[in-house]
C-alpha cells in the first residue's frame, strides 16, 4: 500500500478527470484543452454522470461509470510507489504479456519488458506481440493520475495504462493515483438511464411471453443501482402517453425490491 493515505476526493472528481483525460485524447488538441475542461467542469450533475457513462460504458467499454458512481466505495488521492500496482486486463494480445509467470502483472516488469521488446523491434510496423500503443514518445503527459482500486490489500489499476508504462519508461517510480476503497456495505452503483430506457424499448417489442422476463430483469437491476427507480419513473411512466404501458411502470415501482 501506499506509505499513507491522501486526500479524500468526491467521487464527482475522479469522474470528470477520468472524462477530461478520455477527451484530450480522443480530440489531440491542445488549443482545445482549457475550454474543454471548463466545459467539463460546468456540467449539471445529470449531464455530468450522462457523460461520465457514455464516455466509460458506450465509448470506452469499460467498467469505471459503475465503479466512479457507485457510493460504497470512497476515494482518496495518492502517491504510490509503481511496484505495488497490480495491472488488469487490457486488451487480449496486452494480457498475453502482462499476465504470464514472468510478467506476473507486475507494471515495473512489464516496463522492463516493452524496454526490451522496442530495441528488438525498433519500427512502428514491426510489432508482432502487439503492443505498439505502449512503443515511447515525447508527448506530453497532460493527465497524469491514475484511476485504481484496492481489493485484497493490493492497489489493481482500473485506468491509465499506458500512461503508467510512458512514466516508468521515462524513469519514474511512484505516480498518482485515485484510489477507491470499499467504505460502505450499503452503497451501490448507478447503472445509467440508457439502460432502463433500453428494457423498455425492448419490452415494447418482445412476445407476450417473453415480456415478464424483462420485467424481472428491470426490477433486478432496480434493485441493484441507486438510478433505476427514477429512470423507471422517468421512462416507464412520466414519458409515456399509454394508459396501460404507464400501468406497467407504475407496477414495477410497487414492487421495487430496494
Known amino acids: 500500500m501506499s506509505e499513507a493515505l491522501g486526500k479524500i476526493v468526491p467521487a464527482e472528481v475522479v469522474g470528470k478527470y477520468y472524462i477530461k483525460a478520455e477527451f484530450d485524447r480522443f480530440l489531440q488538441n491542445p488549443a482545445a484543452r482549457l475550454s474543454t475542461e471548463a466545459t467539463i467542469d460546468s456540467l449539471s450533475q445529470q449531464d455530468f454522470w450522462r457523460m461520465l457513462n457514455a464516455m466509460s460504458f458506450t465509448f470506452r467499454m469499460n467498467a469505471l461509470f459503475w465503479m466512479i458512481s457507485d457510493t460504497s466505495y470512497s476515494w482518496q488521492e495518492e502517491k504510490i ?9 487490457m486488451s487480449p494480445k496486452v494480457d498475453a504479456v502482462t499476465f504470464s509467470s514472468t510478467i506476473g502483472r507486475d507494471p515495473v516488469k512489464f516496463s522492463g519488458y516493452l524496454q526490451d521488446y522496442f530495441v528488438k523491434h525498433p519500427y512502428v510496423e514491426d510489432d508482432p506481440e502487439g503492443l505498439g500503443q505502449f512503443r515511447p514518445n515525447n ?3 497532460v493527465y497524469p493520475k491514475l484511476i485504481s482500486v484496492e481489493r ?3 492497489i489493481k489499476l482500473v485506468d491509465g495504462g499506458n500512461r503508467l508504462m510512458a512514466m516508468l519508461q521515462r524513469g519514474q517510480d511512484e505516480v498518482t493515483s485515485f484510489v477507491g476503497r470499499k467504505a460502505n456495505l450499503e452503497g451501490r452503483p448507478m447503472l445509467g438511464d440508457s439502460v432502463f430506457l433500453l428494457l423498455k424499448g425492448a419490452y415494447e417489442k418482445a412476445a407476450p411471453e417473453d415480456r ?16 433505476g427507480v427514477d429512470a423507471v419513473q422517468s421512462y416507464w411512466i412520466d414519458h409515456v402517453k399509454d394508459l396501460g404501458q404507464r400501468k406497467i411502470g407504475e407496477g414495477l ?4 425490491p430496494a
Open 81 to 89: 510507489p509503481a511496484q505495488q500496482i497490480e495491472l488488469l486486463e
Open 139 to 141: 508527448r506530453e503527459i
Open 152 to 154: 485484497d490489500n493490493k
Open 212 to 227: 415478464p422476463a424483462i420485467l424481472r430483469t428491470v426490477r433486478l437491476l432496480m434493485g441493484q443501482s441507486r438510478d
Open 253 to 256: 415501482l410497487r414492487s421495487d
